[in-house]
């Protein structure tokens, strides 16, 4: 079983930064795909950025490249996945979930066996 917890949410100024954390345990985590996904109020569910099991290869959506970045650190039965959010825009405002799969096709198409409750990210004009 894998459990994912997320922090680092918060209210920021159009232009600021705020970095996002998720642990995630259990014990076959660490070769798992993880990734960041969205949600707006009134909106669906929308794939963020991605990192493959040892973080050599990243995926971002197009609205976000440049401006954010996947990063994610192994240790023995928990990982812990970063997402760097520099230049926010009113846009990026959303709930901001982690997930996880053994499977990285499958975990950036939405269908992740594995997510967490997400932290709310609120940026102001």
């Known amino acids: 079983q894998v459990q994912l917890v997320e922090s680092g949410g918060g209210l920021v100024q159009a232009g600021g930064s705020l970095r996002l954390s998720c642990a995630a345990s259990?014990?076959?985590?660490?070769?798992?795909?993880m990734g960041w996904f969205r949600q707006a109020p009134g909106k669906e569910r929308e794939f963020v950025a991605a990192?493959?099991?040892?973080?050599?290869?990243?995926?971002?959506a197009d609205s976000v490249k440049g401006r954010f970045t996947i990063s994610r650190n192994n240790a023995k039965n928990t990982v812990y996945l970063y997402l760097q959010m520099n230049n926010l825009e009113p846009e990026d405002t959303a709930a901001y979930s982690c997930?996880?799969?053994?499977?990285?096709?499958?975990?950036?198409?939405?269908?992740?066996?594995?997510w967490g409750q997400g932290t709310q990210v609120t940026v102001s004009s």
């Open positions: 990192i493959n099991w040892v973080g050599a290869s990243t995926y971002y």
């Open positions: 259990g014990r076959t985590v660490s070769g798992y795909a």
């Open positions: 997930a996880a799969d053994s499977v990285g096709t499958r975990l950036r198409a939405g269908r992740g066996a594995y």
